[in-house]
Structures are given as structure tokens and as C-alpha cells.
């Protein structure tokens, strides 16, 4: 786990699975989640989703392997898998962990443009939030936007997001197209700039997992910068 590379992480994970001696369930499946975490930031997709769904028979946090699976499922191009072991994860997850499950199903349906479905996780997310409220409650507006719904407490909603500590992370993503869509393009050109310059320089298993939104904010920079 304190490896500095994906290189040292997966060696020392083989390391630990290659041993004669027993493993305990949790030990096994931590060691098996941190060879998939190196084989996901060196791309290695499609052998990263084996050895994930090899930690789903574990049974040991088996919500968040099953977002480890669906990760490299959305890599890997493969959207109904990825939704389907979000899903998993949603349902199987602690009360603590089951708000940010939903988002992350919610946010994956955004970006593919399915937004009754994005919106539905969503509002589970908000129900299940805790300190990250505002970010999904905005999430769920910018779905409502892209639905073409007209929202009332819009300006609650970003000012709520943007005074919470989870508007300075994937929060600028959020703010930049609510901004976008509102009109404000100088305070949606600050945010989506920072979001894309936090998120491409961050792990690699940050950046890779979150291509998509880095895609959509340079994309609406993009149509910006040509207006």
C-alpha cells in the first residue's frame, strides 16, 4: 500500500499472494485489490477486471470491489458491466458507503447521456448523503438541467456546493457546467480549468477512472473558447 509505483505495488502484491503459508480472506482480498490497482494504472484493463472479480468471491468489502470491477469495465469500454457492478456496489454497501455508490452509478449514466436513470441514482445519493449532500443535490440539478427541466432553487443549490468542502474536488466539475448552462461562462471557464488541471495531474488510477468528465469539461471549453 505504500508503494510509490504501480510497478512496486503489483510486485509486492504477487510477493504476498505467492506465499505457501494460509491467507485469510481479508488479507487475500486486500492483496488481490492492490495487484488490481497496479494493473489498472499501468492500463492493463482487462486483467485488472480479472483479478477484481477474483476479490468478489472473496466476500470481503465486496461493495468496493465491485466498484474496482466496474472501473475497469467502463475502461475497458464495457458500460452495461460497469452499471451492473455499480449497481452491486450500491445495493451491497454499507450505510456510510452507499450514498457515494449511487453517485458514482448516477454520474456514469450522466456522462452516458441516460438521464432518467442518472437522475433516479442520484436522488439516492442525496437521500443516503451525508457530508457530501450538496455535491450530489447539484449533480442532480445539472441532470435536471440536461433533461431540459426548469429548476427554482438553482442558486441555493451551487452557492450550498460551492461553501461545502466537495466543491473543491470533483465539485469544480459540477460547478463549471451548472455555471455553463447558466450563462456565467467566466466562472464555468474558472472551474473546469481547474478541475481538468487537478485531475490530470493525480494518480493515475484518479485521472484514468475520471477520463470522462475530463472529456466533457474540455469539451465545454471548447464550445466557450469558439463563442
Known sequence: MRARSPKGRGKYARLGLSTKAPLDPTTHAMLLRQLYLALFEERRFERAQEVAL???????????????????????????????HLRLAARQGPA???????????????????????????????????????????HLA????????????????????ANAPCGQGYG???LGHLAYAGGSWKEARKYLEVFVKRIEAARPSIS????????????????MAAN
Open 172 to 174: 469544480r466539475f459540477v
Open 142 to 161: 445539472l441532470i435536471q438541467i440536461a433533461r431540459g427541466e426548469r429548476l427554482r432553487d438553482i442558486t441555493d443549490i451551487v452557492s450550498n456546493l
Open 54 to 84: 477474483q476479490a468478489v468471491e472473496l466476500g470481503i468489502l465486496s461493495d468496493v470491489i465491485h466498484q474496482d470491477v466496474a472501473r475497469a469495465a467502463l475502461a475497458l469500454g464495457e458500460i452495461e458491466v460497469g452499471l451492473s
Open 208 to 223: 484514468i477512472a475520471l477520463t470522462g468528465e475530463v472529456d466533457m469539461a474540455k469539451a465545454t471549453l471548447i464550445k
Open 96 to 138: 456510510s458507503r452507499r450514498a457515494f455508490h449511487w453517485w458514482t452509478l448516477g454520474s456514469t449514466l450522466f456522462l452516458a447521456q441516460r438521464y432518467d436513470e442518472a437522475s433516479a441514482a442520484l436522488l439516492r445519493a442525496s437521500r443516503w448523503g451525508t457530508r457530501d449532500k450538496p455535491l450530489y443535490r447539484a
